[in-house]
């Protein structure tokens, strides 16, 4: 008969059981996530920062690497295309629709909370385009912009607009205009459920607590809701910002950086510099000195606004 | 018994090790441009390669028909990879001169006959890289309705002299129509045929050259006086409103279909998009354009002057197998028939040589070929006595700056005269 009592002598635990894992587990669940990581992630990226100091073009079948120190760096800040061009578009890009992106998703999250009259439609309509490929949402945007007989020309000629009717793509102080409006259709969903998501996170009784006490819904928004909502905002924002720093997928299917690099973006610059026949010399040195350059500056402005965020009390 | 038994298991495994060579792949990857949009090139291809099939059983030919703009990279990208998944065979254009320096594409001296190739080829830089597969002529289209309807009378030498030229935009602009359907929507090319030929009709070849390779500076008088007169070209109405966004299938449509411009500058490959099906985007068979020289500019040196290339290449790729193989298929590929039959097929010149009994009795009565006959005839009359000035590529470089002057900023008014010169002297190909 077993001896239930405090005093029993206690059996001692095999140690799986005593809540610790046997190394072999542990290094069988995590090797495999390691060795993808270290080959997939680690591993590009090292050969990245390693590619900048060399300029590798094949040759003869082979590939010649030459040592060229900082070299590509040397070229990449005196390129007129990617100083006068890709950068400024991009930080544009990056500050004016990170802006919009947010304005948009909070606006609409609240409509939602609100439970704006049928808002379950809306929720899902409102998320849709972020499911579309982002090559589809292009090609299809190309038509829409297109002079003659894109859907948005043809609606501004039908209400007598036609001097507003122009080649929204081929000017050179439209094109960038049409990437970020594009784009923004796009991704803007993609913020929406993260800042409704943060919405929901807010507990109901504060809100009703504040209108019996005379709070108006407009006060209850800026009182209440949006300083709850800051660290999801802080979130959205980054995440806004660096999808904007890389996105690649609409700009090229819509504009391809054109015309004469007037919506050129870093990240389509870098194509062109690596695959395109022309531009590329089929150096792989060049392109990956402009991809660890524009890691840094991401980089930097991320830590750079949450710091500034955090000495705000925002985080 | 044992040594039954170790005899069969010795046979056995001979078998075994030679099986591997009995039921080896003749399988040949073949990579060409000619995607759909082309149909009349792919056709042709496809019966060379069938024709061979046919010939010899034991091959398989996989052919696979790409957009320029994906074949490009997406080579480049199997070859960077060591070759993995690259084609045994690839078709590749001038602009791709790089491949054979980085020693993607064999040298096959002893596979191509260039007794059975136009003149010319044994100068060409690519004569032992590659079976050529059509000559390229640069020409320049025009609409012979509208122009009657605008009142624009062709001289007897179809040929406009600078300033006549000029009157002609101003007559098609202040007509409603652009001067060519030329746009750089999504090709690097379509603005650099004007002052190309600029530079030939006024400095004649070895000049022409010299500038275009980026072998000489462009800052003097005289070529600042010759871009002035082009700059004042295009503000007159050159080139539709829409040339930075249309694309070349839709430039296509405006020059054949939509007729909206009164001339096109364009390659002779222009017949492998508008002549096919009007359902396809091509042009109806009854539209008759003819041919203009290009502009004679005042003084010039070589006014008929037409720039022709070999263009396309069908190569061997250097990390490919089967090599015998692929060279029979391109030693196959330069047979008289298969010149005349490409020529039929798709209207545009083939680069081998062959008379007419080597043309199919197939294709002599074909309504399909037949319907085009008054193309070549307008050639013919047209451009009798042109002189064929080989084209010479430049120095990447270099051709990049061409495109970012001449195909992007300076139609779009985006660079001043002294910028565009700047940007093409900052960019001179390095001296061999």
Not at chain 1, 238 to 263: E, Q, Y
Not at chain 2, 161 to 180: N, P, R, W
Not at chain 2, 302 to 319: M, N
């Amino acid at each position: 008969m077993s001896d239930l009592s405090a005093n029993a002598p206690k059996k001692a635990m095999p140690r799986h059981r005593a809540g610790r894992a046997s190394p072999l587990w542990i290094a069988a669940f995590l090797v495999p996530v390691f060795g993808y990581y270290l080959t997939f992630t680690v591993y590009p990226l090292a050969m990245t920062f390693f590619n900048t100091l060399f300029k590798s073009t094949p040759e003869g079948g082979q590939l010649i690497t030459r040592f060229v120190g900082f070299g590509n760096y040397q070229r990449l800040f005196s390129d007129g295309i990617f100083l006068g061009n890709a950068v400024p578009n991009t930080l544009i890009w990056g500050l004016v629709g990170t802006v919009i992106d947010v304005v948009t998703a909070v606006l609409l999250a609240l409509l939602i909370y609100f439970r704006l009259p049928l808002h379950n439609i809306f929720r899902v309509l409102w998320f849709t385009p972020v499911l579309l490929s982002g090559v589809i949402v292009g090609v299809v945007f190309r038509w829409v912009f297109n002079f003659d007989w894109g859907l948005l020309n043809a609606c501004l000629r039908a209400v007598h607009l036609d001097m507003l009717a122009v080649d929204w793509l081929g000017r050179v102080d439209t094109p960038l205009m049409a990437v970020i409006a594009v784009h923004w259709w796009h991704s803007f969903g993609y913020s929406f459920v993260i800042v409704l998501a943060g919405l929901s996170a807010i507990p109901r009784e504060l809100l009703e607590a504040a209108y019996i006490d005379g709070c108006t819904r407009r006060d209850a928004v800026f009182a209440i809701i949006l300083p709850l909502l800051r660290p999801t905002l802080i979130t959205v924002i980054v995440l806004s910002f660096i999808g904007k720093m890389r996105a690649f997928d609409v700009v090229w299917a819509l504009t391809r950086g054109g015309p004469a690099h007037h919506s050129e973006t870093v990240a389509t610059y870098l194509q062109k510099r690596a695959f395109d026949p022309l531009l590329s010399g089929l150096d792989l040195g060049y392109p990956s000195t402009i991809a660890v350059v524009w890691f840094g500056v991401v980089v930097a402005g991320v830590l750079i606004f949450n710091y500034r965020a955090s000495r705000a009390g925002m985080t | 018994m044992r040594k039954v038994i170790a005899f069969l298991a010795a046979a056995g495994m001979t078998l075994a090790a030679g099986l591997p060579a009995l039921a080896q792949d003749n399988t040949i990857t073949i990579w060409s441009q000619f995607a759909d949009q082309q149909p009349n090139q792919q056709k042709a291809l496809r019966q060379i390669f069938e024709d061979y099939q046919a010939a010899h059983p034991d091959v398989k030919l996989n052919v696979r028909f790409w957009d320029k703009a994906e074949l490009n990279p997406a080579f480049q990208a199997a070859m960077l990879a060591g070759g993995k998944g690259a084609p045994d065979i690839v078709y590749y254009e001038t602009g791709q001169a790089d491949w054979i320096k980085a020693g993607w594409v064999d040298n096959i001296h002893d596979t191509i006959d260039t007794s059975k190739i136009l003149a010319g080829y044994d100068r060409n830089a690519f004569r032992d890289y590659g079976v050529p597969v059509y000559l390229l002529i640069n020409m320049l289209f025009y609409n012979p309705e509208v122009f009657d309807k605008l009142g624009i009378k062709v001289p007897a030498d179809n040929m406009f002299t600078e300033e006549q030229f000029d009157q002609v935009i101003k007559t098609c602009h202040a007509g409603g129509y652009s001067g060519l359907a030329n746009a750089a929507g999504d090709r690097p090319y379509a603005g650099t045929y004007i002052p190309q030929y600029m530079l030939l009709s006024q400095f004649g070849a070895d000049e022409y050259h010299a500038y275009w390779t980026g072998s000489k500076s462009w800052d003097n008088p005289e070529i600042r006086k010759l871009l002035e007169t082009y700059i004042g070209w295009i503000k007159d109405g050159l080139y539709p409103s829409t040339y930075s966004s249309m694309g070349i299938d839709a430039f296509h449509l405006y020059f054949h279909t939509l007729q909206k411009s009164c001339m096109l500058a364009l390659g002779n490959w222009y017949t492998a998009r508008a002549f096919k099906s009007e359902d396809a985007g091509g042009q109806s068979p009854d539209f008759h354009f003819s041919f203009l020289y290009y502009p004679e500019m005042d003084g010039a040196v070589d006014p008929k002057g037409l720039i022709t290339a070999f263009a396309g290449f069908l190569g061997e790729v250097s990390t490919g197998t089967h090599k015998d193989i692929v060279k029979d298929v391109l030693k196959f590929m330069q047979q008289p028939k298969y010149g005349a039959m490409w020529t039929q097929v798709t209207a545009s010149p083939s680069a081998l040589r062959y008379t007419p009994s080597d043309v199919p009795d197939s294709l002599k009565s074909d309504p399909e070929i037949a319907k085009w006959s008054w193309y070549w005839d307008e050639i013919a009359k047209v451009y009798a006595d042109a002189d064929y000035v080989e084209e010479q590529l430049p120095c990447g470089e270099f051709q990049d700056a061409l495109t970012t002057v001449f195909n992007d900023s300076i139609p779009l008014g985006t660079m001043t005269l002294d910028e565009a010169i700047a940007n093409l002297d900052a960019h001179l190909c390095p001296a061999n």
